[in-house]
């Protein structure tokens, strides 16, 4: 397997609206992340990936963008951006951008040009369609709810978004779209950033007729992801930006957010011949505790996360790479979903760590994780800002009836603010954020999960992950060692190997509050053993063949 500065490397994700606020104004800005840089550098990362700090009217938080090539004023200037990348390349640490170029803000110039007439240069920068039979021109539904389609006076025709009405999509179809984009990020790379995440980028390409999408008996919108989804000129495309705009004597780091791919389809974005993109985010996962869609919640067995991580892990084997998440800014605390937020919220938030920083791929970690931030509970809709949530609650309660305790008990699980909440800094007001009002609220738990609190406690889980960071660093076994899933049908413990040569590491992790029994396969034989990281003091002369596994307990030994 090819070596690569980013499959050695352990990305921290940076929601900017959330991590530390400069000036006060209760928002989170890039001298807010400068003034915390020293921090990152201290955690051991080695690149920054940067929620979008485009000019935007923040419809989606930034992820509908009005300018490419200019900062939200909320987050600061162009100065400003500059002094973060210099500080972050001083300290060894490599900066990835946002990129979302599915679809702009409907506050762009190419867009405001666009729904000017029919007949306007910037017409076919989007997708423009007559209605049918007085209604839209086909069924698709937003991802946020309600059509996908937003009628437009001006010029008697529909638009096209996939997310908010504020989002229209751009029609990658229309060369000079493409040619406009591969400018922009090349002026980014000029720059100086080092790669792009890249948000749902395997939705640009549509079928250009646009069907009608199979709906339910009595459903008037159907989501219609098979007609633009991994659709029928993606690679086209792919393959091109990276010729143009990717390429030319680069080292960069390219991670594709992508909904809705298989392990086979993600092979054609990321084998090693495919000259696309080095990784993609897949949510297979994501998607465990979900019956129909995200918010019909239903319990998780362990046979079928391990499943699901081992198809992943073999598929991919020697061919491509994985990201490896198990939270970030559009879904829950991890620590709340897959582990325990109460009693055992320090145990399992590292054994959960352990699992990412152990399997083969590039660990994701996003801000607060290390520190085992959970999810919160606000008390009211009221104090909800993200515009998935919002539109659910008018959906289903205000327009649809539906009980709201039921829906918040939903929102409490899943919702995208659970991961917005602000960094808990310090004990002190607003958890060390800001000294204004911060623009969502914090979780009230500050007092006692906070950096602070973290960097006194020897114990806490913010040295766990240092020293995760740090073994994964020295050790190329946890990067570039194959891996075997054992124990496949095992209810409770999830165990592997890793193996580079004659090198053999064994992991060992329990993901319930019940103790477990671990009992080593007979064909794995070994002379001597080495317990190189645990959650729980352990005696490194216990016999591995069988071992009683606490609550949440992670081991990883080192065999001879």
């Known amino acids: ?57 923040n419809a989606d938080n930034g992820y509908d963008i009005s300018d490419y090539r200019a900062i939200m004023a909320e987050f600061g200037t162009m100065d400003d951006w500059d002094l973060l990348l210099e500080g972050l390349h001083e300290r060894g640490i490599r900066l990835v951008m946002d990129l979302v170029v599915n679809h702009t803000s409907d506050e762009h110039e190419w867009f405001s040009q666009s729904r000017r007439s029919k007949d306007n240069p910037y017409r076919d920068y989007y997708y423009w369609r007559p209605g049918k039979d007085g209604a839209e021109p086909n069924n698709w539904a937003s991802a946020f709810g309600g059509s996908a389609w937003q009628y437009d006076e001006q010029t008697d025709e529909y638009y096209l ?13 229309n060369p000079k779209v493409r040619q406009d984009i591969y400018a ?5 790379l000029d720059k100086g950033v080092d790669g792009f995440r890249m948000d749902v980028i395997n939705f640009i390409s549509k079928a250009p007729e646009l069907p ?26 792919l393959r091109e930006m990276n010729e143009q705009a990717l390429t030319p004597g680069r080292s960069i780091m390219t991670i594709g957010e992508m909904p809705g791919v298989s392990p086979e389809e993600a092979l054609l974005y990321v084998g090693e011949e495919r000259k696309e993109l080095n990784m993609v985010f897949q949510f297979e996962l994501m998607d465990i505790d979900a019956e129909g869609d ?15 991580m081992d ?3 073999t598929s991919l084997q020697g061919k491509g790479w994985n990201s490896l998440y198990l939270n970030n800014h559009d879904q829950p605390r991890m620590v709340s979903r897959f582990g325990n937020d109460g009693r055992y919220r320090v145990e399992s938030a590292k054994m959960l760590a352990t699992m990412l920083h152990t399997l083969q791929g590039t660990p994701f970690i996003y801000q607060g994780e290390e520190i085992g931030m ?5 008390s009211s809709i009221e104090d909800y800002r993200d515009v998935e949530t919002m539109n659910l609650y008018r959906d289903r309660v205000i327009e649809g009836g539906q009980d709201a305790d039921g829906v918040m008990k939903s929102i409490y699980a899943k919702g995208r603010d659970n991961a917005r909440t602000p960094m808990q800094w310090d004990d002190g007001g607003n958890a060390g954020f800001t000294c204004g009002k911060p623009w969502i609220g914090v979780n009230p738990n500050y007092r006692e999960i906070n950096v602070k609190q973290s960097l006194e406690d020897p114990l806490s889980i913010l040295y766990y992950y240092r020293k995760l960071i740090r073994l994964r660093r020295e050790h190329s076994v946890l990067v570039y060692g194959d891996y075997r899933m054992i124990l496949d049908d095992h209810e409770q413990i999830y165990a592997y190997m890793r193996t580079l040569g004659a090198l053999r590491w064994l992991v060992m992790l329990n993901f319930f509050e019940s103790e477990a029994e671990f009992v080593l396969p007979e064909e794995i034989d070994y002379s001597g053993k080495r317990l190189v990281l645990g959650n729980y003091p352990a005696d490194p ?19 001879e």
């Open 1 to 57: 397997m090819s070596k690569a500065f980013w499959k050695e490397a352990v990305v921290y994700q940076i929601y900017p609206r959330s991590f530390m606020d400069g000036n006060g104004d209760g928002i989170g800005d890039l001298q807010g992340i400068i003034s915390r840089l020293d921090y990152l550098r201290d955690l051991g990362i080695d690149v920054v990936w940067l929620g979008p700090v485009y000019r935007s009217p």
């Open 161 to 173: 978004h996939l997310f908010s009405a504020k989002q229209p999509d751009l029609n990658w179809d």
């Open 184 to 188: 922009m990020m090349k002026w980014w």
């Open 212 to 237: 009608q999408a199979p709906a339910a008996e009595g459903q008037r919108y159907a989501w219609g992801g098979q007609y633009f989804m991994n659709g029928p000129r993606i690679h086209e495309f």
């Open 294 to 308: 995200k918010w019909n919640i239903r319990p998780w067995k362990l046979t079928e996360f391990k499943r699901i």
């Open 311 to 313: 198809k992943w892990q």
């Open 374 to 378: 959970t999810n919160v509970k606000f």
């Open 541 to 559: 002369g216990a016999d591995i063949r069988r071992i009683r596994l606490r609550p949440y307990e992670a081991r990883v030994y080192e065999l």
